[in-house]
């Protein structure tokens, strides 16, 4: 059984995949279980688009069931199935040529308990400019942000995922939260805009 | 700490800390104060996107993709040996049509087997003459010029 640096006792996630990489499928399904919102959430930060980000995640389970032969516990299991994620977005919002105006919002988030109408609305739109400024991010600012805000990995393992350094990690967060602030102070040309910040 | 610092530790403080040093800058300075609130705006902004469950019927969807895969993929590992085998036998089809179709003689009704051999022959002939034409030519090539020009010479007469 291959296990170099990360142990599944160490990571209980690696451990689940050598699992599977030996032949026990029911493994799979837990890794499944376990990272489908987390990864589903991120292709839709991503892409921006609720069918997108679930082809994207289909695909993303696909692979890493595809690719169980060639999986080598270098890292936690986490920074390797965002690797694929991220690898993905990217490529998918390069090859459509990605664009502000292809975010479409499906808002099936639930208002707060208690929300007026029109605090509902407000949380809407706040949502809806937040994933126009999120698409307008080149690929990579935008991955590293959301790895690192949303999934809690550190910027070593941001890195390590996105397979730059970790100071590059740090710029392109840096840079990302300034683009971010920017656009949303401002609005983002979306008639009736105001800004946010 | 200067402001230039301060701004740069607070566009990333929300992953690494803000930091006593910080701290003691924002108390002191209103125009980094302000810029700490745009980014705790933004991080509030960041927070509200709260994280959502797929359409129903996504596990069906998928799970009906891998099967889909699974049953793909005994072929796909011997994919490569059904290529071979593919393109041996199209190979070996291919060279018993060639073989069927050279033999003429056997095959085409008796009265067109003359008009057959005599656009073989016309076709040699062919070939021939310009076999004669570029062997002409390689000869010419290894004579020398004063050569050339006395053969013309001759030929001119």
Not at chain 1, 77 to 85: C, D, E, G, L, Q
Not at chain 1, 111 to 139: F, H, I, K, T, V
Not at chain 2, 73 to 78: D, R, V
Not at chain 2, 104 to 120: F, G, Q
Request: charged content about 30%.
């Amino acid at each position: 059984m291959r296990d170099t640096n990360h142990t599944g006792a160490q990571d209980p996630d690696v451990g689940l995949m050598l699992a599977f990489q030996q032949g026990d499928e029911e493994s799979f399904v837990m890794l499944y279980r376990a990272y489908r919102d987390r990864i589903y959430n991120f292709c839709r930060r991503m892409l921006s688009r609720t069918d997108l980000a679930e082809e994207a995640t289909q695909e993303v389970f696909l692979k890493l069931y595809q690719q169980r032969v060639r999986y080598e516990p270098r890292s936690r299991f986490s920074t390797y199935v965002f690797r694929i994620a991220a690898n993905h977005c990217i490529n998918m919002r390069q090859r459509r040529g990605f664009r502000e105006s292809d975010s479409e919002i499906v808002d099936r988030q639930a208002a707060p308990d208690g929300a007026s109408p029109a605090r509902a609305l407000e949380q809407r739109r706040l949502r809806e400019q937040l994933q126009n400024a999120l698409a307008s991010l080149p690929g990579q600012q935008a991955a590293a942000l959301l790895l690192c805000h949303y999934d809690g990995l550190s910027y070593r393992e941001t890195a390590d995922s996105l397979r730059i350094s970790e100071s590059a990690v740090k710029s392109l967060v840096h840079r990302a939260r300034e683009r971010l602030m920017e656009a949303l102070s401002t609005g983002n040309g979306v008639e009736g805009d105001h800004a946010v910040l | 700490m200067q402001c230039y610092e301060a701004r740069r530790l607070l566009a990333t403080s929300r992953y690494e800390g803000q930091g006593a040093e910080l701290d003691a800058h924002l108390t002191a300075c209103d125009a980094c104060r302000t810029a700490a609130s745009r980014v705790s705006a933004l991080d509030t902004l960041l927070d509200g996107d709260l994280p959502e469950e797929p359409r129903p019927g996504f596990d069906t969807r998928f799970f009906a993709r891998l099967d889909e895969l699974k049953r793909e993929k005994p072929a796909s590992k011997l994919a490569w040996w059904w290529y071979l085998v593919s393109a041996g036998s199209a190979a070996a089809l291919a060279l018993g049509i060639f073989a069927l179709v050279g033999r003429t003689s056997t095959v085409l009704p008796a009265e067109d087997r003359e008009l057959v051999a005599n656009l073989e022959l016309v076709e040699n002939e062919d070939l021939l003459r310009h076999l004669d034409e570029v062997e002409a030519y390689v000869l010419l090539a290894q004579v020398d010029s004063a050569t050339l020009e006395r053969m013309a010479q001759e030929r001119g007469r």
